[in-house]
């Protein structure tokens, strides 16, 4: 009993992966496009050190 149970556990964890893997790649797909709309946000006057190496370097690191 408890050996089948073990199995549903991890029948059930792999689905559960499966099903996040997938949305993190729907959410990557949905992001891609829409990346320069999302960078210029985080421009407040705390991380104002951090904001022009990304302006100069861009995301090529």
């Given at each position: 009993m408890a050996r089948s149970k073990s199995k549903q556990k991890l029948r059930r964890f792999k689905f559960y992966?499966?099903?996040?893997?997938?949305?993190?790649r729907?959410?990557?797909?949905?992001?891609?496009?829409?990346?320069?709309?999302?960078?210029?946000?985080?421009?407040?006057?705390?991380?104002n050190f951090i904001t022009p190496v990304i302006e100069e370097q861009g995301p090529s690191n």
């Open positions: 992966l499966k099903r996040k893997r997938r949305k993190e729907a959410k990557l797909k949905q992001v891609s496009p829409t990346q320069d709309t999302f960078q210029p946000q985080p421009v407040q006057p705390q991380n």
